[in-house]
């Protein structure tokens, strides 16, 4: 079924691009020129202040520790060989008992006398020392033959340490501590030795034991809140001398230099440990690491406070710099805004010489120059006034005499339609009375064609009119368009037969549309091609679909068209003057132009003087058969 419709503009229904996010706001951007120098210079200083004070600090921290490692070297040192001469005490005092003769005489002959002096003279030495606690004799193969004291004292396996003991030396010194309940031991090993031969070990076990008084007044001669402690040289005992307490938590090799550790998440310590020589036990010295950065602590207050004096100072004075410059701006700002108003007479007044004074006498000389051509543009704007009003007029008549034009076109066009019916009739009458062989046959034939022609022109000037004032109608159906381009290709070859009509290729392609108007456009664009065309005898005509579009083109090889005349050539009435060889209005090509574009194609040409033309239309098919080449 037709529907009978009116075919507006096309409506470009693109939707445009997603914008791009927008960047984010600057912080400065919101703040004024009198605000961003005072808070740019603060956070200019902040920064500095901050990385210097931090770098300082580290300085002085690092400095701290180094002292402090360099204080716990020399004080363990010191200790170390202190309690060496501790030691020799020990081993001195032990040394005795083993050189005295009841000893040896006991371990050379034996006997019940032998054994009771040796004992007499071993209780004799437990008196003296409260610290001795139980001794006991060892013959030469470590053998326990004598003992007396605390009973719970027995030799215990790895006390003793002979090695490099041997007949030609003696050998003293201090075994390892051990803990029996609650209290502390260690031994004093001495050699029993005559004539370089070794007959047996004396072994003293001493109490270790110190008052929290005598571990205080180490603590303030260490300084620091120091802390001493003593060890078996395998790290695994430690002690304050008056109880066990935890081992470092690093190792021994570490702690041989300066260790920084801390113990159960407290301050930071610094320790290290050395042997005490002819011993069995290690002097570990601990410093607090906090009283040696509490200068870098204080360091770092002060220059904070300082920090914090110097960017308020430096706030305030790039404030007050600011005010001075933003000053004279605001007063540049409130002369602009004058002149923005038109108020062209106010000037801007500052005394300085600065960039800010040229720039205000760069401003009034604009403002002046301003003022000037602003009078002499109010003085060209009124002519162009008077001109454009005047030109106005024109273009308003120059549209009511189109108007007028076209309303004489529509009536002349209908007007003569009938007349020309008539005669055609007649015409057509006369032929069937008149034999083919006479003159009059041949002139009443011409005639009719010139009726043809005239009455080409009178519709082609009823579409004209009826396209400008909006009221071109046009009955769409589905149809095949190869149908059509072959009607409209045998129409015009026998208006024309001494053109050859040549079918390059086509495809059968159903298009939604107005026939009748569709077959108009193709019989417009042959004449062209066969009128543009003399001494050529062919025109060539193609259609082919390309994704979903229908392509017509129709080639000749005439005179071709100038590049200038291109653009124009489907504005109304627009004609090449080529030495009026060629007849017409020029109105077939703008028909034909505003018929595509009404059906949502699109018509384009492609020329070369002295080689042809090339026309060609699109349309958008409503279905794609399969392509068949003809």
């Not at 113990?263 to 011993?279: F, H, M, T, W, Y």
């Not at 009455?455 to 109608?473: H, T």
């Not at 030495?579 to 109105?587: A, I, T, V």
């Amino acid at each position: 079924m037709n529907d009978s419709i009116e075919v507006g503009p096309a409506i470009n229904t693109n939707v445009p691009a997603a914008q791009k996010n927008e960047r984010r706001q600057f912080i400065f951007k919101p703040l004024s020129l009198q605000q961003r120098l005072p808070f740019f210079i603060c956070i200019l200083l902040t920064v500095i202040i901050l990385i210097f004070s931090w770098l300082s600090y580290l300085g002085v921290k690092d400095a701290g520790m180094a002292t402090g490692s360099e204080r716990v070297t020399t004080l363990v040192d010191k200790l170390s060989t202190m309690f060496k001469g501790s030691v020799d005490q020990f081993a001195t005092s032990t040394a005795k008992i083993a050189n005295e003769p009841a000893t040896k005489e006991f371990l050379t002959s034996g006997g019940e006398d032998a054994r009771l002096k040796a004992l007499s003279a071993f209780n004799e030495f437990l008196k003296k020392d409260t610290t001795n606690k139980a001794v006991e004799l060892l013959n030469g193969q470590k053998q326990l033959v004598l003992r007396t004291g605390d009973d719970r004292l027995p030799v215990k396996p790895g006390i003793l340490e002979t090695k490099g003991v041997t007949a030609q030396k003696n050998y003293s010194g201090v075994g390892r501590i051990i803990t029996l309940g609650h209290e502390m031991y260690f031994p004093v090993l001495a050699v029993v030795s005559v004539q370089n031969k070794v007959l047996g070990y004396v072994i003293n076990w001493k109490h270790l034991r110190a008052t929290q008084e005598s571990i205080d007044q180490f603590g303030q001669l260490l300084g620091s809140n120091g802390k001493l402690y003593f060890g078996n040289d395998d790290g695994l005992f430690w002690t304050n001398l008056m109880k066990p307490v935890p081992q470092p938590p690093v190792s021994l090799n570490q702690l041989q230099k300066v260790a920084v550790y801390s113990r159960k998440a407290g301050e930071p310590l610094l320790g290290s440990v050395r042997k005490i020589a002819d011993s069995r036990w290690l002097v570990l010295v601990e410093l607090s690491g906090s009283s040696f950065q509490e200068t870098a602590n204080k360091f770092l207050r002060q220059v904070i406070i300082i920090g914090a004096l110097l960017i308020l100072a430096g706030s305030l004075g790039a404030w007050l710099m600011s005010r001075r410059i933003t000053k004279p701006l605001k007063q540049l700002g409130t002369a602009a805004s004058a002149i923005a108003d038109g108020n062209y007479s106010i000037l801007v007044h500052i005394d300085r010489q600065d960039e800010l004074g040229k720039l205000a006498q760069s401003f009034n000389i604009m403002a002046v120059r301003v003022r000037a051509a602003q009078e002499n543009l109010e003085q060209k704007v009124v002519e162009t006034s008077k001109d454009l009003l005047s030109a106005i007029t024109d273009i308003q008549d120059q549209k009511e005499n189109d108007k007028k034009k076209d309303e004489f076109i529509s009536i002349a066009s209908h007007e003569l339609k009938t007349p020309l019916t008539t005669v055609k009739a007649f015409f057509q009458l006369a032929v069937k009375e008149i034999s083919a062989e006479s003159r009059p046959y041949q002139l009443i034939g011409q005639a009719s064609r010139q009726l043809t022609r005239m009455e080409r022109l009178i519709s082609d000037l009823l579409d004209v009119s009826r396209i400008n004032a909006g009221k071109m109608q046009y009955e769409l159906e589905e149809f095949d368009f190869q149908e059509v381009l072959k009607e409209a290709i045998e129409s015009v070859q026998q208006i024309y037969p001494g053109h050859l009509l040549i079918i390059e290729k086509a495809v059968p392609a159903r298009v939604n549309a107005d026939r009748h108007r569709m077959e108009q456009v193709i019989i417009n664009l042959l004449i062209n091609a066969v009128k543009y065309s003399p001494g050529k005898d062919k025109v060539f005509i193609r259609s082919e679909l390309k994704n979903g579009i229908l392509l017509v083109s129709i080639e000749d090889f005439g005179i071709g068209i100038e590049e200038e005349h291109i653009d124009k050539l489907f504005d109304r009435f627009y004609r090449i003057n080529i030495e009026n060889r060629f007849q017409g209005l020029g109105l077939g090509l703008f028909i034909s132009s505003e018929i595509i574009k009404r059906h949502g194609g699109s018509i384009s040409i492609a020329s070369e003087p002295g080689k042809g033309s090339v026309f060609t239309f699109q349309l958008p098919v409503t279905a794609e058969n399969d392509v068949k080449v003809i």
